[in-house]
Protein backbone atom coordinates (compact mmCIF):
# COMPACT_ATOMS: atom_id res chain seq x y z
CA UNK A 1 0.00 0.00 0.00
CA UNK A 2 2.80 2.49 1.15
CA UNK A 3 4.68 1.47 -2.42
CA UNK A 4 1.38 2.25 -4.43
CA UNK A 5 0.74 5.41 -2.39
CA UNK A 6 4.53 6.72 -3.13
CA UNK A 7 4.15 5.82 -6.77
CA UNK A 8 0.76 8.06 -6.76
CA UNK A 9 2.59 10.80 -5.18
CA UNK A 10 5.20 10.67 -7.43
CA UNK A 11 3.07 10.81 -10.60
CA UNK A 12 1.30 13.64 -9.31
CA UNK A 13 4.02 15.83 -8.51
CA UNK A 14 5.32 14.80 -12.00
CA UNK A 15 2.36 15.88 -13.50
CA UNK A 16 2.57 19.55 -11.37
CA UNK A 17 5.85 19.83 -12.75
CA UNK A 18 4.88 18.99 -16.47
CA UNK A 19 1.80 21.74 -16.02
CA UNK A 20 4.02 24.29 -14.78
CA UNK A 21 6.37 24.16 -17.38
CA UNK A 22 3.97 23.63 -20.17
CA UNK A 23 2.64 26.87 -18.68
CA UNK A 24 5.87 28.41 -18.95
CA UNK A 25 6.44 27.07 -22.33
CA UNK A 26 2.52 28.38 -23.14
CA UNK A 27 3.72 32.19 -21.51
CA UNK A 28 6.72 32.65 -23.91
CA UNK A 29 4.50 31.22 -27.19
CA UNK A 30 2.44 33.40 -26.04
CA UNK A 31 4.61 36.25 -26.33
CA UNK A 32 5.97 35.31 -29.97
CA UNK A 33 2.66 35.20 -31.44
CA UNK A 34 0.92 38.43 -33.40
CA UNK A 35 -2.86 37.50 -31.12
CA UNK A 36 -3.70 40.42 -29.13
CA UNK A 37 -2.79 39.11 -25.43
CA UNK A 38 -5.08 40.83 -22.80
CA UNK A 39 -3.15 40.33 -19.20
CA UNK A 40 -4.13 41.47 -16.24
CA UNK A 41 -1.49 43.50 -13.75
CA UNK A 42 -2.35 42.20 -9.85
CA UNK A 43 -3.18 44.07 -7.38
CA UNK A 44 -3.20 44.26 -3.81
CA UNK A 45 -6.37 43.27 -1.60
CA UNK A 46 -7.65 45.55 0.48
CA UNK A 47 -6.85 43.49 3.32
CA UNK A 48 -3.42 43.61 2.20
CA UNK A 49 -1.39 40.52 0.50
CA UNK A 50 0.43 37.91 2.28
CA UNK A 51 4.17 37.36 1.97
CA UNK A 52 3.87 34.92 -0.45
CA UNK A 53 1.05 36.39 -2.34
CA UNK A 54 3.20 39.64 -2.73
CA UNK A 55 6.30 38.15 -4.54
CA UNK A 56 3.66 36.15 -6.77
CA UNK A 57 2.23 39.51 -7.74
CA UNK A 58 5.73 40.80 -8.77
CA UNK A 59 6.79 38.12 -10.47
CA UNK A 60 3.57 38.17 -12.62
CA UNK A 61 3.15 41.52 -13.44
CA UNK A 62 7.41 41.26 -14.26
CA UNK A 63 6.64 38.91 -17.03
CA UNK A 64 3.58 40.95 -18.19
CA UNK A 65 6.24 43.93 -18.02
CA UNK A 66 8.70 41.46 -20.02
CA UNK A 67 6.05 40.76 -22.42
CA UNK A 68 5.09 44.27 -23.07
CA UNK A 69 8.41 45.44 -24.09
CA UNK A 70 9.09 42.60 -26.25
CA UNK A 71 6.28 43.22 -28.20
CA UNK A 72 7.00 46.92 -28.62
CA UNK A 73 10.80 45.84 -29.39
CA UNK A 74 9.42 43.72 -32.24
CA UNK A 75 7.17 47.25 -33.50
CA UNK A 76 3.72 46.73 -32.25
CA UNK A 77 1.67 48.45 -30.70
CA UNK A 78 -0.22 48.40 -26.93
CA UNK A 79 -2.36 49.09 -25.11
CA UNK A 80 -1.46 50.59 -21.40
CA UNK A 81 -3.15 52.12 -18.45
CA UNK A 82 -1.51 55.19 -17.17
CA UNK A 83 -2.49 57.84 -14.10
CA UNK A 84 -5.25 58.97 -16.21
CA UNK A 85 -6.88 57.53 -18.58
CA UNK A 86 -5.81 54.03 -21.01
CA UNK A 87 -3.55 55.08 -23.64
CA UNK A 88 -2.39 53.22 -26.64
CA UNK A 89 1.96 53.25 -26.77
CA UNK A 90 4.38 52.18 -29.27
CA UNK A 91 8.43 53.25 -29.30
CA UNK A 92 8.31 56.66 -30.74
CA UNK A 93 12.16 56.30 -32.47
CA UNK A 94 10.22 53.39 -34.84
CA UNK A 95 8.40 55.42 -37.53
CA UNK A 96 6.31 52.12 -39.13
CA UNK A 97 5.01 51.63 -35.22
CA UNK A 98 4.27 55.20 -35.07
CA UNK A 99 2.07 55.05 -38.85
CA UNK A 100 0.35 52.01 -37.42
CA UNK A 101 -0.59 54.06 -33.67
CA UNK A 102 -2.43 56.69 -36.33
CA UNK A 103 -4.01 53.81 -38.51
CA UNK A 104 -5.34 51.78 -35.84
CA UNK A 105 -6.84 54.80 -34.00
CA UNK A 106 -8.16 56.96 -36.55
CA UNK A 107 -6.00 60.08 -35.96
CA UNK A 108 -5.59 62.85 -38.17
CA UNK A 109 -1.89 62.41 -38.75
CA UNK A 110 -1.40 66.37 -38.04
CA UNK A 111 -2.55 65.82 -34.80
CA UNK A 112 1.07 64.93 -32.38
CA UNK A 113 1.59 62.33 -30.01
CA UNK A 114 2.60 62.95 -26.74
CA UNK A 115 6.06 60.71 -25.88
CA UNK A 116 6.30 59.24 -22.44
CA UNK A 117 9.74 58.46 -20.22
CA UNK A 118 11.07 56.51 -17.16
CA UNK A 119 12.88 59.19 -15.77
CA UNK A 120 12.90 63.30 -15.32
CA UNK A 121 16.16 63.39 -16.66
CA UNK A 122 15.26 61.53 -19.87
CA UNK A 123 13.49 64.51 -20.61
CA UNK A 124 16.67 66.72 -21.26
CA UNK A 125 17.66 64.11 -23.91
CA UNK A 126 14.95 64.17 -26.08
CA UNK A 127 13.45 67.73 -25.30
CA UNK A 128 15.53 71.41 -25.06
CA UNK A 129 14.11 72.43 -21.78
CA UNK A 130 13.70 76.12 -20.83
CA UNK A 131 12.71 75.71 -17.44
CA UNK A 132 14.78 74.75 -14.29
CA UNK A 133 14.52 71.01 -13.59
CA UNK A 134 13.14 71.29 -10.11
CA UNK A 135 9.84 72.07 -11.73
CA UNK A 136 10.08 68.82 -14.10
CA UNK A 137 10.55 67.32 -10.80
CA UNK A 138 7.81 69.23 -8.73
CA UNK A 139 5.14 68.34 -12.03
CA UNK A 140 6.39 64.63 -12.54
CA UNK A 141 5.15 62.30 -12.64
CA UNK A 142 1.85 63.76 -12.52
CA UNK A 143 -0.93 63.75 -15.13
CA UNK A 144 0.64 66.64 -16.56
CA UNK A 145 2.24 66.70 -20.23
CA UNK A 146 5.02 69.82 -20.36
CA UNK A 147 5.75 70.86 -24.23
CA UNK A 148 9.10 71.67 -25.41
CA UNK A 149 11.02 72.35 -28.40
CA UNK A 150 12.09 68.65 -29.52
CA UNK A 151 15.84 67.77 -29.61
CA UNK A 152 17.93 66.05 -33.11
CA UNK A 153 17.89 63.10 -30.72
CA UNK A 154 14.14 62.21 -31.31
CA UNK A 155 12.81 60.36 -34.22
CA UNK A 156 12.33 62.84 -37.16
CA UNK A 157 8.83 61.33 -38.63
CA UNK A 158 6.99 61.80 -35.42
CA UNK A 159 5.05 64.95 -35.46
CA UNK A 160 7.39 65.98 -38.46
CA UNK A 161 5.21 69.11 -38.54
CA UNK A 162 5.84 70.96 -35.79
CA UNK A 163 9.15 71.58 -33.66
CA UNK A 164 7.51 70.94 -30.69
CA UNK A 165 6.78 67.74 -28.49
CA UNK A 166 4.68 66.82 -25.64
CA UNK A 167 6.64 64.76 -22.68
CA UNK A 168 4.67 62.79 -19.74
CA UNK A 169 6.20 60.52 -16.90
CA UNK A 170 2.93 58.94 -15.84
CA UNK A 171 2.36 58.30 -12.04
CA UNK A 172 2.19 54.93 -12.72
CA UNK A 173 4.52 52.00 -11.75
CA UNK A 174 3.85 50.24 -14.43
CA UNK A 175 4.33 52.76 -17.08
CA UNK A 176 7.22 54.02 -15.07
CA UNK A 177 8.91 50.70 -15.40
CA UNK A 178 8.16 50.09 -19.12
CA UNK A 179 9.57 53.42 -20.30
CA UNK A 180 13.01 52.17 -18.33
CA UNK A 181 12.85 48.68 -19.93
CA UNK A 182 12.63 49.91 -23.04
CA UNK A 183 14.94 52.57 -22.54
CA UNK A 184 13.80 54.67 -25.32
CA UNK A 185 10.69 57.06 -25.15
CA UNK A 186 7.32 55.47 -25.98
CA UNK A 187 5.07 57.38 -28.26
CA UNK A 188 1.39 58.03 -26.33
CA UNK A 189 -2.24 58.74 -27.15
CA UNK A 190 -5.45 57.52 -25.68
CA UNK A 191 -6.69 54.15 -26.34
CA UNK A 192 -9.94 54.84 -28.40
CA UNK A 193 -10.98 55.71 -31.72
CA UNK A 194 -10.38 59.16 -32.39
CA UNK A 195 -13.11 61.82 -31.32
CA UNK A 196 -14.51 59.10 -29.04
CA UNK A 197 -14.75 59.58 -25.34
CA UNK A 198 -11.56 58.35 -23.45
CA UNK A 199 -11.74 55.12 -21.80
CA UNK A 200 -10.90 53.97 -18.36
CA UNK A 201 -11.84 50.22 -18.32
CA UNK A 202 -10.34 48.30 -21.09
CA UNK A 203 -13.29 46.54 -22.03
CA UNK A 204 -14.40 50.39 -23.27
CA UNK A 205 -12.05 50.47 -26.67
CA UNK A 206 -12.42 45.89 -27.17
CA UNK A 207 -13.10 47.17 -30.69
CA UNK A 208 -9.10 48.08 -31.13
CA UNK A 209 -7.86 44.86 -29.41
CA UNK A 210 -7.70 42.68 -32.94
CA UNK A 211 -5.06 45.58 -33.82
CA UNK A 212 -2.71 45.28 -31.21
CA UNK A 213 -0.49 42.67 -29.68
CA UNK A 214 -0.94 43.32 -26.17
CA UNK A 215 -3.65 44.77 -24.15
CA UNK A 216 -2.29 45.55 -20.18
CA UNK A 217 -5.59 45.47 -17.99
CA UNK A 218 -5.06 47.77 -15.05
CA UNK A 219 -8.24 47.74 -13.69
CA UNK A 220 -10.83 50.61 -13.34
CA UNK A 221 -8.27 53.89 -13.48
CA UNK A 222 -8.42 56.95 -10.92
CA UNK A 223 -12.00 58.51 -10.15
CA UNK A 224 -13.26 57.53 -13.61
CA UNK A 225 -13.40 61.25 -14.74
CA UNK A 226 -11.99 60.04 -18.37
CA UNK A 227 -9.85 63.59 -17.75
CA UNK A 228 -6.99 62.98 -19.56
CA UNK A 229 -3.66 64.96 -18.86
CA UNK A 230 -3.18 69.08 -18.24
CA UNK A 231 -1.13 69.92 -21.80
CA UNK A 232 0.78 72.91 -20.71
CA UNK A 233 3.73 74.77 -23.43
CA UNK A 234 6.54 75.81 -21.41
CA UNK A 235 8.61 76.31 -25.08
CA UNK A 236 8.88 80.12 -24.54
CA UNK A 237 10.93 81.02 -21.75
CA UNK A 238 9.02 82.68 -18.46
CA UNK A 239 5.88 81.27 -20.15
CA UNK A 240 2.79 79.01 -20.11
CA UNK A 241 0.26 78.58 -22.10
CA UNK A 242 -2.13 75.87 -21.22
CA UNK A 243 -3.02 73.50 -24.50
CA UNK A 244 -5.53 71.56 -22.99
CA UNK A 245 -7.45 71.27 -19.20
CA UNK A 246 -7.46 68.00 -17.68
CA UNK A 247 -6.01 66.24 -14.58
CA UNK A 248 -4.21 68.61 -11.75
CA UNK A 249 -4.79 71.69 -13.80
CA UNK A 250 -5.05 73.98 -10.56
CA UNK A 251 -2.17 72.84 -8.74
CA UNK A 252 0.24 72.65 -11.81
CA UNK A 253 -0.50 76.54 -12.47
CA UNK A 254 0.04 77.22 -9.17
CA UNK A 255 3.38 75.31 -9.00
CA UNK A 256 4.08 77.58 -12.15
CA UNK A 257 2.98 80.90 -11.03
CA UNK A 258 3.38 80.77 -7.47
CA UNK A 259 6.71 78.55 -6.94
CA UNK A 260 8.67 79.47 -10.28
CA UNK A 261 6.93 83.15 -11.11
CA UNK A 262 5.96 82.03 -14.95
CA UNK A 263 3.31 83.90 -16.63
CA UNK A 264 0.67 82.83 -18.81
CA UNK A 265 1.30 83.45 -22.43
CA UNK A 266 -2.31 84.75 -23.63
CA UNK A 267 -0.84 85.44 -27.31
CA UNK A 268 0.02 81.60 -27.59
CA UNK A 269 3.80 81.88 -27.87
CA UNK A 270 5.53 81.36 -30.88
Given at each position: ?22 ARVLTADMCKELKTKVL ?27 CTAKALKEGHVVAVPTD ?23 RNEQKPLAICVGEVDDI ?147
Amino acid sequence: MKSVRRVAAELFKARAAHSSAAARVLTADMCKELKTKVLRLLHATSNGPTLHQEHQGRADNAEILSCTAKALKEGHVVAVPTDTIYGLACLAQDSDAVGKTYEIKGRNEQKPLAICVGEVDDIHKYCKVKVKSELLGDLLPGPVTLVFERSEVLNADLNPFTILVGVRIPDHDFMRRLCQMCREPLALTSANISSHTSTVEVHEFQELWPKLAVVVDGGPIGGQSRLGSTVVDLSVFGKYRIIRPGCALSSTVDVLERKYGLSEDSGGGK
